[in-house]
C-alpha cells in the first residue's frame, strides 16, 4: 500500500517513513523544498531501493497547498499528516506562525484527499496532547487526563504565549479535523495520534546538530554549566520516545477500521529537567562533573506535587503497547548528542 507523508523531513516523520519502508509500505513524503529532503536521501543507506519519492509544498498554510500532489498520486491509500509548526518562540505573530499552518495545514490535505484522493481508506493526523492538557487542571491531581480530555484554554489567553499558542493550535486543528469527517462524511475515516514531549534518537545521525524542539530541551540540560544554580524543575511533563510514535502511526493503518476515530495518547512517564540531570549524570560518564547534579529527591517530589495526573489506558490497550521508559529515552537522546559532538 502507499503512504502519502506529509511533513516527510521532521524528527517524528523520518522514524515513521523508517516503520513503514520496513513494514513494505512505499511513501510519498511531502517537504519544503529540495534542500529540506536531502536529508531523506539517507534511507538509500538503510534500503537497497526505498520505495520513497518525494513531492515539494512550500507552505502547508495554503488552502490548496496539497491539491497537486494528491491529484499527481491517485494510488494513495493512506495519509499520515505530521507537518506541523513547534517550537517555543519565533516570530511575534503566533497566529501566523502556529495556528494558520496548523489548522489550514489540516483541514488542507483532508480537503484535497476528499476531492482527488479517491483511493484513500484512512487518514492519520499527528495531533499532541498539547490538545488534551488542561492547563488549570495541573496540579489538581483528582482531574485525569485521558482521551476524552480537550486543552480548553481560549485564544485570548494563549496568545499571549509561544507554548500556549503552539498549544491551542495543536487543540484546534484537531477539533477541525474530527468535525471535518463528521460534516462531510469524507471516504475515508480518521484517527489522531496525541503524543507527549518526543524524546528519543534522532534517525540520522546529522540532524543532532540542529536539533527538533522537544529533544533539544534535553541538549540545553547537557550544556547546563556544573555551578548552575537549581532547582532544575521545568519543563515537567509527560514524555514518550519518538519509535514508540512511530509504531503507533504505523499500528493504526495495519488495522484502519479498529482506529476510526480513535484518538491515540501517547505517554510512558513523567520527566522534569531534573530527571535528564539524573539520567545523564549516571549515564553518561563524559558528562560527569561538567553538568550540575542536582537534588534528585527534590525533582521527583516536585514532579509529584505540580504535574497532571492521566491515564491513557485506552490507547495501551488498542496499541497493545509497551512503551520504552523515558529514562532509557533520555539516555538515547543525550548518548547521540555526546557521540556527535565528539566526532565533529
Ligand atoms: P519537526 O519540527 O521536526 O517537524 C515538523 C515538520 O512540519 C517539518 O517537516 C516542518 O518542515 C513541517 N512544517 C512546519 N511548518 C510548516 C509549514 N508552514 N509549511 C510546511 N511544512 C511545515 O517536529 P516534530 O517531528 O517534533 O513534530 C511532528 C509533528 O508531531 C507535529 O505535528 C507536532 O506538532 C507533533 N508533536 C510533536 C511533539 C514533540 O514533542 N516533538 C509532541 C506532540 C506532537 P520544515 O522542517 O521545513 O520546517
Not at 523531513?9 to 523508517?18: E, Q, T, V
Not at 529540495?34 to 498554510?61: C, H, M, R, T
Not at 524542539?213 to 555551578?227: E, G, V, W
Request: with cysteine; hydrophobic share 40%.
Amino acid at each position: 500500500a502507499v503512504v502519502l507523508v506529509t511533513g516527510a523531513n521532521g524528527f517524528i516523520a523520518l522514524h515513521i517513513i523508517n516503520e513503514l519502508l520496513k513494514a513494505g509500505f512505499s511513501v510519498v513524503g511531502t517537504v519544503r523544498s529540495p534542500a529540506k529532503g536531502k536529508i531523506l536521501d539517507n534511507f538509500k543507506s538503510l534500503y537497497k531501493n526505498p520505495q520513497l519519492v518525494l513531492e515539494y509544498v512550500p507552505d502547508i498554510s495554503k488552502p490548496d497547498a496539497f491539491d497537486e500532489v494528491v491529484k499527481n498520486h491517485p494510488e494513495v491509500d493512506f495519509v499520515l499528516h505530521t507537518a506541523s509548526p513547534f517550537s517555543f518562540g519565533v516570530g511575534d505573530d503566533n497566529e501566523d506562525v502556529f495556528v494558520k499552518p496548523a489548522v489550514n495545514g489540516t483541514l488542507g490535505i483532508l480537503n484535497s484527499v476528499k476531492n482527488y484522493g479517491h483511493n484513500v481508506k484512512h487518514v492519520v493526523v499527528t495531533s499532541s496532547c498539547a490538545a488534551i492538557l488542561n492547563f488549570d487542571k495541573f496540579t489538581d491531581h483528582s482531574f485525569v487526563h485521558t482521551e476524552a480530555i480537550w486543552n480548553p484554554m481560549p485564544w485570548d489567553i494563549a496568545r499571549t504565549n509561544p507554548g500556549l499558542a503552539y498549544c491551542y493550535s495543536k487543540t484546534v486543528a484537531e477539533r477541525s479535523a474530527r468535525d471535518f469527517v463528521a460534516k462531510e462524511k469524507p471516504g475515508f475515516t480518521i484517527s489522531t495520534v496525541n503524543p507527549s514531549y518526543v524524546y528519543g534518537p534522532q534517525l540520522f545521525d546529522e540532524t543532532t546538530g540542529d536539533l527538533n524542539t522537544s529533544s533539544d530541551l534535553i541538549n540545553q540540560a547537557m550544556k547546563l554549566p556544573h555551578d548552575a544554580p537549581g532547582p532544575f524543575n521545568e519543563p515537567a511533563n509527560m514524555g514518550i520516545d519518538v519509535r514508540d510514535v512511530a509504531i503507533a502511526h504505523l499500528i493504526t493503518l495495519q488495522d484502519p477500521e479498529k482506529f476510526a476515530d480513535a484518538r491515540l495518547a501517547l505517554a510512558c512517564g513523567y520527566f522534569s529537567q531534573q530527571l535528564f540531570l539524573d539520567v545523564l549524570n549516571s549515564r553518561i560518564p563524559e558528562l560527569k562533573g561538567k553538568i550540575p547534579v542536582g537534588d534528585s529527591a527534590a525533582g521527583k517530589k516536585y514532579i509529584a506535587e505540580n504535574v497532571l495526573t492521566y491515564s491513557f489506558s485506552k490507547t495501551e490497550q488498542l496499541l497493545g503497547a509497551k512503551y520504552i521508559s523515558i529514562e532509557d529515552s533520555i539516555y538515547a537522546t543525550a548518548k547521540q548528542i555526546v557521540d556527535y559532538e565528539s566526532a565533529h
